[in-house]
């Protein structure tokens, strides 16, 4: 079995449900449950026994000691953290708390939990780190896409916090030995994704009739990879991702966050157009920047597909359209997310212990 951490937010979430529709290798899922984190998106594994959900944090020495006892997992994939950088931004305690002090003891738990393994066991144990981008900074517009050897320039509070994660994970590697893997993805898009960031942020504004706001000019940069395309490089690195390594994985889709605006308006102008017969573009605002705000991000993936043989199945066009599908058909579960009434839901489906 394999312990999943963070298995209730956006990722980590698709992640279980990938896992699990593909291998029947149980999943004990450990997560804080924050703002972030939500039940709703494990509902479909209910009274699946191959799925343990926990609720608890990763900085909790005591609890991570028992579970790897108990659990005796072959492998530790690490999700769990603060991900959204504007909240970074007006306060970092809680990414210092998870993503700095969190994956250090979950790194101290690891490794005791590892050094006492019998030797077959030991050797077969895998810690696998999933990290961003963001760590390497921004990019110019022509410079060359951020390779594994990039140097570390962390710019905002929360990609300093996960790059001071990645340090902390070659170090337990390099100094304790402890077999890790590290992997550096870039943005995400999908179902569950929390509408605090761009793309659902975008599309349920949309539906809702309010404004689209647009960071400063709109032209900085990121690539996009559709979740489960992140789910099955995490997988393939986990299966054959050489010890000690890192892995960049993105989808080789660099777009403006205009040109994502625009894409999305037009699907919902197909899909779903405005009463009036306006375009969905006409909601566009363009609002005062993000402090700090990276220019661009751009993943050289060669290296994963020239050693494990992995690239991105979606494409852009076909992911962002399932995407919009996901959020019309899902007004339920958006609505529930603004309203914190997934908290009640939680309490009232599962009970305040969430086992
Ligand atoms: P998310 O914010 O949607 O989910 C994070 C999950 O971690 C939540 O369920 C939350 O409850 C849980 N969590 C937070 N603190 C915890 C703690 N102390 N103990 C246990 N659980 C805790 O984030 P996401 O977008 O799913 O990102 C998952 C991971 O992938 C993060 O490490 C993030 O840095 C990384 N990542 C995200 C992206 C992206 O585009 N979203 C891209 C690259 C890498
Ligand atoms: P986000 O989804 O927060 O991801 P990240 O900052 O980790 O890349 O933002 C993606 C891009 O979209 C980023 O350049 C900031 C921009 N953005 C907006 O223009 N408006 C918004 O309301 C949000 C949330 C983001």
């Given at each position: 079995?394999i ?7 956006f ?20 997560d ?6 939500n ?11 191959r ?93 060359p ?40 993805c ?90 009036d ?7 566009i605002?363009h ?9 661009r ?34 007004a ?15 309490a ?6 969430g086992?």
């Amino acid at each position: 079995m394999i312990l999943v951490t963070g298995g209730a937010g956006f990722i980590g979430s698709n992640f279980v449900l990938d896992w699990l529709a593909g291998s029947g290798e149980p999943v004990v899922n450990v997560d804080k449950l924050t703002y972030a984190g939500n039940r709703a998106n494990l509902a479909a594994l209910e009274g699946d026994a191959r799925h343990r959900f926990v609720q608890g944090d990763i900085g909790d020495r005591a609890l991570m000691d028992s579970l790897l006892a108990e659990h005796r997992p072959r492998a530790i994939v690490n999700f769990a953290a603060e991900s959204h950088v504007d909240r970074s931004i007006h306060g970092a305690e809680d990414f210092i708390a998870t993503n700095i002090v969190g994956t250090f003891r979950l790194l101290e738990a690891a490794r005791g939990y590892w050094a006492g393994l019998p030797a077959d066991e030991k050797a077969a144990f895998r810690f696998l780190h999933v990290s961003t981008d963001e760590v390497y900074g921004t990019l110019s517009p022509d410079a060359p896409a951020f390779t594994e050897e990039h140097v570390y320039e962390p710019n905002s509070p929360y990609s300093a916090s996960k790059a001071a994660s990645d340090h902390l994970v070659r170090a337990w590697h390099h100094t304790h030995g402890l077999p890790v893997l590290t992997t550096n993805c870039s943005n995400n898009y999908g179902p569950d994704h929390f509408p605090e960031k761009l793309i659902p942020l975008m599309i349920v504004n949309a539906l809702a009739g309010k404004p689209l706001p647009v960071y400063g000019d709109g032209q900085q940069v990121r690539d996009w990879l559709y979740v489960t395309d992140h789910c099955s490089a995490i997988r393939r690195v986990l299966q054959a991702g050489r010890v000690g390594q890192t892995y960049n994985v993105g989808g080789w889709n660099e777009k403006t966050n205009l040109a994502i605006v625009h894409t999305i308006c037009d699907l919902l102008d197909e899909l779903q157009p405005r009463a009036d017969g306006q375009s969905y573009r006409a909601q566009i605002a363009h609002v005062t920047d993000r402090p700090g705000h990276d220019r661009r991000y751009a993943i050289d993936a060669r290296k994963i597909e020239r050693e494990l043989g992995w690239r991105p199945a979606e494409t852009f066009e076909s992911g962002i359209r399932k995407t919009v599908a996901w959020y019309m058909a899902n007004a339920d579960w958006v609505r529930d997310v603004q309203s914190g009434a997934y908290c009640d839901w939680v309490a009232t489906q599962y009970g305040a212990a969430g086992a």
